[in-house]
């Protein structure tokens, strides 16, 4: 009687993988695909603001990288959502900021801070502009008077001294 019960053990354990594995996978897991506006508050408002920032603060170098970090946004955020409703995402964007972010482009590389306050300010209201075709005119997009990173230096570094070689760095 033991062996007989020893034995239908063994059979039934055997029997569970089998079982198993003729059992259907879970479906996969929805893909994470965020709105436009999120996509918007996430990624292009901050790259805007920090723009913003850093120009004010003649950061030319940061500057640089963010107007590049701004531009990808604006790509990221058109590849999503080619279309949002009616409109075509990507051709207003590059309708509405093609000339602003040329403008800011050529005033970084020339270190003007007065034509990067005027081409940031076209920026800006480009935004709007964009915002207001998309009947989204709730949603008004300023130059930034403060700061919301106070975790974060926008001034241009100063150049260090390097005691141990006698030069800047």
């Known amino acids: 009687m ?21 059992q259907l996978p879970a479906p996969a897991p929805q893909s994470y695909r965020p709105g436009l506006g999120d996509l918007m508050t996430m990624t292009v408002q901050p790259r805007h603001t920090m ?38 995402v990507g051709g207003m964007i590059n309708s509405l900021t093609k000339e602003p ?11 003007d801070a007065t034509r990067f306050a005027t081409a940031y300010r076209q920026l800006t209201v480009a935004c709007n ?11 008004v997009i300023k130059v930034p008077e403060a700061s919301p990173f106070p975790d974060q230096e926008f001034r241009p570094p100063k150049p260090r001294s390097d005691a141990s070689r006698g030069r800047f760095v």
């Open 2 to 22: 033991t062996s007989f019960v020893l034995r239908a053990v063994l059979l039934g354990s055997l029997a569970l993988p089998i079982a198993g594995a003729a």
């Open 129 to 139: 502009a964009c915002h207001q075709a998309a009947n989204q005119r709730m949603i």
């Open 51 to 88: 723009l913003g920032l850093v120009g004010r603060e003649q950061n030319w170098v940061y500057a640089n990288y963010e107007l590049h970090e701004l531009e990808e946004a604006f790509e990221r955020a058109a590849r999503a959502w080619p279309q949002w409703r009616s409109m075509p």
């Open 101 to 111: 972010l040329a403008a800011l482009a050529q005033a970084v590389k020339a270190a």
